[in-house]
Nanobody
Framework: QVQLVESGGGLVQAGGSLRLSCADS????????MGWFRQVLGKEREFVAA????????YYADSVKGRFTISRDNAKNRVYLQMNSLKPEETAVYYC???????????????????WGQGTQVAASS
């Protein structure tokens, strides 16, 4: 069973940085591709970034390319999202998610994922 817990959210000024972390306490981390999504209340969940279990395949939403970096440490059962140059419109709850590596479906589609964390709030003030 995959159990995901996000941390690292907070309040920063626009242009600031945060590093989110997602821990899998279920000890099955290495078999899963991981994704980061964000959601504003009343809006659909939005894809941010995804990484295969080997780390060899990485995807980003166009809006975050060049500013956000996804990475993972399988030995520590963690995936990270380094966010630089944050914008006020990126204020949202950020979620990590897991899906069996190699499963059908796009990693940018939230419906592809089987497991979700509880989310961590990120706010960038203008």
């Amino acid at each position: 069973q995959v159990q995901l817990v996000e941390s690292g959210g907070g309040l920063v000024q626009a242009g600031g940085s945060l590093r989110l972390s997602c821990a899998d306490s279920g000890r099955t981390f290495r078999r899963y591709a991981m994704g980061w999504f964000r959601q504003v209340l009343g809006k659909e969940r939005e894809f941010v970034a995804a990484i295969s279990w080997s780390g060899g395949i990485i995807y980003y939403a166009d809006s975050v390319k060049g500013r956000f970096t996804i990475s993972r440490d399988n030995a520590k059962n963690r995936v990270y999202l380094q966010m630089n140059s944050l914008k006020p419109e990126e204020t949202a709850v950020y979620y990590c998610a897991a899906t069996p590596d190699g499963s059908s479906g796009s990693l940018s589609n939230p419906g592809t994922y089987d497991y979700w964390g509880q989310g961590t709030q990120v706010a960038a003030s203008s």
